[in-house]
T-cell receptor, first 115, second 114 residues
Framework: AQKITQTQPGMFVQEKEAVTLDCTYD???????LFWYKQPSSGEMIFLIY??????QNATEGRYSLNFQKARKSANLVISASQLGDSAMYFC????????????FGKGITLSVRP | EPEVTQTPSHQVTQMGQEVILRCVPI?????FYWYRQILGQKVEFLVS????????KSEIFDDQFSVERPDGSNFTLKIRSTKLEDSAMYFC????????????FGPGTRLTVL
């Protein structure tokens, strides 16, 4: 069974600084995908970034990058130049081999950006 | 930009009542999903749907739950006899299929069972 672990209870970062949100995963599949979603206080789930298990380069999307370390089974999200609007809950998620299969989520990390 | 929509945004019901949560996935998407999030907890998978049938379901998705795609646009989740523990945010998501990985989530329906 797949498992996503997010152990940081809550993170604080100063505006304009970078922050790393940790995620480790466990799977027996060779092919899988890793996702990060943002959930602001309004409740919607916003897709941020995707990394495939066979992708050799770390994924990047604007200010978001994914630090993928396959041997360590970690997929940390790096947010550069934090903005006040980045304050939200962040969820790491994984899907198994099928590209269209379900997502398994971690319990999330709360990020607060200080002005 | 196309998006997944869900109605209603908030539903309050009495225990034992039936509820239907509605979703309109993105029009050219082929895979549809329901997830739920109990307040303060992680998002949990309920069911996935493809080609007019359930492709996978979790242990949460018991006989009280059903899904339907009654026409070419709507995707519904029915809970036949609601329990207090069904109170949660319910998210619909859709995926284009083929090699596309992103699941696009709707804004959610908050279900409160009294």
């Amino acid at each position: 069974a797949q498992k996503i672990t997010q152990t940081q209870p809550g993170m604080f970062v100063q505006e304009k600084e970078a922050v790393t949100l940790d995620c480790t995963y466990d799977t027996s599949d060779q092919s899988y995908g890793l996702f990060w979603y943002k959930q602001p206080s309004s409740g919607e789930m916003i897709f941020l970034i995707y990394q495939g298990s066979y992708d050799e380069q770390n994924a990047t999307e604007g200010r978001y990058s994914l630090n993928f370390q396959k041997a360590r089974k970690s997929a940390n999200l790096v947010i550069s130049a934090s903005q006040l609007g980045d304050s939200a809950m962040y969820f790491c998620a994984m899907r198994d081999a099928g590209a269209n299969s379900k997502l398994t989520f971690g319990k999330g990390i709360t990020l607060s950006v200080r002005p | 930009e196309p998006e997944v929509t869900q109605t209603p945004s908030h539903q309050v019901t009495q225990m034992g009542q039936e509820v239907i949560l509605r979703c309109v996935p993105i029009s050219n998407h082929l895979y549809f999903y329901w997830y739920r999030q109990i307040l303060g907890q992680k998002v949990e998978f309920l069911v996935s749907f493809y080609n007019n049938e359930i492709s996978e379901k979790s242990e949460i998705f018991d006989d009280q739950f059903s899904v339907e795609r009654p026409d070419g646009s709507n995707f519904t989740l029915k809970i036949r006899s609601t329990k207090l523990e069904d109170s949660a945010m319910y998210f619909c998501a859709s995926n284009r299929g083929l090699s596309y990985n992103e699941q696009f989530f709707g804004p959610g329906t908050r279900l409160t069972v009294l």
